[in-house]
């Protein structure tokens, strides 16, 4: 996934925000549906970039 797409999908969150979906997705990843699992995936690609 790129970095524009994945801002696409996430919006403009702030970095705590997203860290908080992460954790959040994680947590029971069965109940997840497929549109979940893409927001997760671009969270993380997002909070990666973030990374210095």
Do not use: C, H
């Amino acid at each position: 996934m790129t970095l524009e797409k994945a801002k696409r999908i996430v919006g403009n969150q702030g970095t705590w925000a997203l860290r908080n979906m992460v954790r959040a997705l994680k947590m029971l990843p069965r109940l997840n549906t497929p549109e979940d699992e893409e927001r997760l995936e671009a969270a993380k690609v997002v909070l990666k970039s973030r990374r210095i």
